[in-house]
């Protein structure tokens, strides 16, 4: 068997903050695309891919450059030496990965010295001269990946030797061979879409929400749906790849991948990672047009960002009812002659009315403007960003020149004596100057943009002095329950409050904030969970526990007498106390999740699951379902609770407006469970005010004021009245039996 081994490489910087990366979509698409040409024929070639960035500790690992992101050495050695790859394809994007990159490649060479090294992606296109000349490297594959890799691998695999591979450099009995260029595949709908499977997707989705922040639904997936760009900006390096030649995907090629992950995966946003999403404006609009007839109710960013150039009004209102409710512009300049030497296609003059209509659309505006090109004083730059301020932009982006290797920037920074030949692979962010200007020190350079972003905010809340920008271009956004919440989100993201200490569990979950025990006093809600439910289907019985937290139910169920008792958690924190306070031979805790119940058929006589199924990712109801119900006994009972999708229940839970904390009605949660063959012997619905002003309290608490809820015992005793009384309208409790 002849094996490959794909691998995106971990990330070193200087700061001590874990990072974690998107899918790797040109990894993906590479496999995928691999593995529908291979099984035409008979070869036995497997391929594998790992991401050593999103792997790992969930805490950085000091080393001698920073601090790394991913897996150790040590892990990555035990993964080569159990795989044993004949091939290592690394992908090698950025220029401030290649150390990375060049160190897991010596990493590799060392653990698996006969195995072949390719290197890939934008960067390692660009400086394929450089790269091939490091020991480590054996070839590297150029702009367009699909057919170079499978082409090299077959010719591998059949020893054929490399020579006529289009698209690779390499090496051959210690010299250097370049190919020529491969060219570009003209109808990129041909590429199968990248097959998820391939890697553990479902970590991507949930580390999604430490990518994207403030989004409005969530789990959020990337996607492209073109390749390369057609303008020819200064400061980027994209035609280097691409070669100035913009390819798209179709809009029915584009809403079929976006309706695969929503039914696969329960995906509630995508974010386009496109350098040119906007290309052809017919083509977004039939997208977003499939998008509303479908009513897929997803919604959309481009963090990209889009150029002003090729977006209409027409284009925008489309748009916003598709799901687009944030858009960016890259405007990147802010005056005539910035405008010239950038070579940016933008109307400057054009600009306050394109983001007057998106902002009277509903739609939240944003944009990047890039600071510090070699020629610019201060004067040009103050120019710029009193430019910027006067578009009435709801937030601002300011980015300082960085001359990528590959654009016409670094040629001119080289020309001008800013920058030496190769010294710009140091990791900065697009917030921190390289170089400065021939008139700026990167300090200043750097001030000039923080202060710049820093004082927006105060300068934009003078335009809600005016009031035809209240009604016409602030309102609309704020217009409606889900706009509203959305909107709520935003601001208490900018609340700067006061972070706990850091225990020994530094990833705390919500209810551990406090460190709180499992014999804390039972509420409302926990009270008459108890009470809902049957003691005959306890006592004597196999009880499983789904999200057992604190473990406030396995010390009630041994009261109740249960034979055995496993609770399943899935945070360490709460696992960690539970086990701590609670020592009995009856009682089991384990890590694990409810969309993989680690457990045989038929295992349980009871399964409870109080307040879980809203936390699970969107669409996922019915496999944490099925999965109940495969590990329960013939005639078995399962408990569940869940907030009650009502308005009043709904708008005063923080959870569902900030985090996307689902609610269900009474039609959705019978739609679910008939459909897995269960049985509804009971339904209720509890909690009414009491409930609800004990939910703002809680979390204002915890989350503001960092201690524990105000007036506790006033607040349990109201709401376990509440619970214990007439029926209400803030929690759903259920009884359900396998028929």
């Known amino acids: 068997m002849y094996k490959i081994l794909l691998l995106y490489p971990y990330f070193t910087q200087k700061t001590n903050q874990r990072v974690y990366s998107v899918e790797p979509l040109g990894l993906l698409s590479i496999a995928t695309y691999f593995k529908r040409e291979v099984n035409k024929n008979s070869y036995r070639i497997e391929i594998k891919i790992i991401d050593a960035q999103l792997d790992g500790s969930e805490k950085c690992i ?20 159990k795989y044993q790859p004949n091939l290592v394809g690394i992908t090698n994007n950025y220029t401030n990965l290649v150390h990375d990159v060049l160190e897991l490649s010596r990493l590799i060479k060392k653990t698996c010295p006969s195995s072949m090294i390719v290197l890939g992606g934008a960067h390692a296109t660009i400086d394929h001269h450089n790269l091939i000349k490091s020991k480590q490297i054996d070839a590297v594959a150029r702009s367009e990946g699909e057919e ?30 370049i190919n020529e260029d491969r060219p570009l595949i003209e109808d990129i709908n041909t590429l199968p879409i990248p097959d998820r499977s391939l890697v553990n997707y479902q970590k991507y989705l949930e580390k999604s929400l430490n990518v994207f922040y403030n989004t409005m639904n969530r789990p959020v997936a990337t996607l492209f749906t073109t390749r390369g760009c057609f303008f020819q900006c200064i400061f980027c390096s994209s035609h280097k790849v691409w070669r100035n030649k913009w390819r798209p995907r179709s809009a029915e090629n584009m809403f079929k991948e976006v309706e695969y992950l929503k039914s696969t995966y329960g995906v509630g946003e995508i974010a386009f990672e496109d350098d040119q999403l906007m290309g052809n404006k017919d083509r977004i609009k039939k997208f977003c047009r499939l998008i509303i007839k479908k009513k897929l109710n997803m919604s959309f960013i481009a963090p990209a960002g889009i150029s002003p150039a090729l977006i209409d009004e027409e284009t925008m209102t489309l748009m916003q009812r598709a799901g687009f409710y944030r858009l960016c512009f890259s405007i990147d300049v802010g005056t005539k002659s910035t405008q010239a030497y950038v070579k940016k296609p933008v109307q400057l003059e054009k600009m306050r009315d394109l983001v007057k209509q998106a902002n009277s659309k509903g739609i939240w505006t944003y944009a990047t403007f890039v ?18 301020y006067s578009l009435k932009l709801d937030f601002l982006i300011f980015y300082l020149a960085q001359p990528h290797l590959g654009s016409e920037l670094y040629d001119i920074y080289l020309k001008s004596g800013l920058i030496k ?4 692979s140091e990791h900065k962010r697009m917030n921190q100057s390289l170089f400065g200007t021939k008139y700026i020190s990167s300090a200043k350079l750097e001030v000039l943009g923080s202060s710049a972003e820093q004082g927006y905010l105060k300068y934009h809340l003078r335009h809600f002095l005016n009031p035809a920008y209240i009604l016409y271009e602030f309102t609309p956004k704020i217009f409606g329950l889900k706009k509203l919440a959305y909107f709520s989100k935003l601001v208490l993201s900018m609340v700067k409050i006061k972070k706990p200490k850091r225990n020994k569990a530094k990833n705390l979950v919500m209810r551990n904030i406090l460190k709180e025990k499992n014999l804390a006093k039972l509420e409302g809600r926990t009270k008459y969970s108890l009470h809902f439910i049957n003691q005959d289907d306890i006592a004597s019985k196999e009880i499983l526990d789904i999200g057992s937290g604190f473990g406030w139910f396995e010390r009630e169920a041994l009261a109740l007498n249960v034979k055995k008792i496993i609770g399943l958690e899935v945070s360490k924190d709460n696992l960690a106390i539970s086990r701590k306070y609670i ?18 058929d038929k295992s349980f006589d009871t399964i409870v699951a109080w307040e879980v199924i809203e936390h699970l990712p969107k669409g996922k109801e019915k496999k944490m379902l099925q999965e109940i119900y495969r ?17 009043w229940a709904n708008i005063f839970d923080p959870a569902w407006w900030l985090i996307g904390h689902r609610h269900y009605s009474k039609k959705k949660l019978y739609k679910y469970t008939n459909n897995i063959s269960f049985e509804i012997l009971d339904f209720k ?23 524990k809820p105000l007036f506790e015992n006033f607040f349990c005793k109201k709401e376990i009245n509440e619970y214990m009384g007439r029926n209400g309208f803030v929690n759903v409790f259920i009884k359900l039996k396998k028929k």
């Open 148 to 177: 170079t890799f499978k082409e090299m691998v077959l010719s591998l695999y059949d020893n054929l030797g490399l020579e006529r591979v289009l698209g690779l450099t390499y090496k051959k009995d210690g010299k250097i061979f």
């Open 685 to 707: 619905i509890k909690g009414r005010w009491w409930a609800i002003f004990s939910i703002l309290n809680m979390y204002f608490s915890k989350w503001v004021l960092r201690r």
């Open 631 to 647: 590990v329960l006994k013939d005639s078995g009972i399962l408990y569940l609770s869940t907030p009650n999708k009502t308005f």
């Open 421 to 424: 030949e190769g010294n710009v």
């Open 371 to 388: 600071l510090g090109f070699p020629d610019e004083k201060i004067k040009d730059i103050k120019e710029t960003i009193e430019f910027a």
């Open 583 to 600: 020592f009995n031979k009856r009682v089991i805790f384990k890590r694990g999740t409810a969309l993989s119940l680690p457990f045989p």
């Open 62 to 81: 000091k080393v001698k450059r920073g601090y790394r992101s991913g897996l150790s050495n040590q892990e990555i050695e035990n993964l080569l030496t």
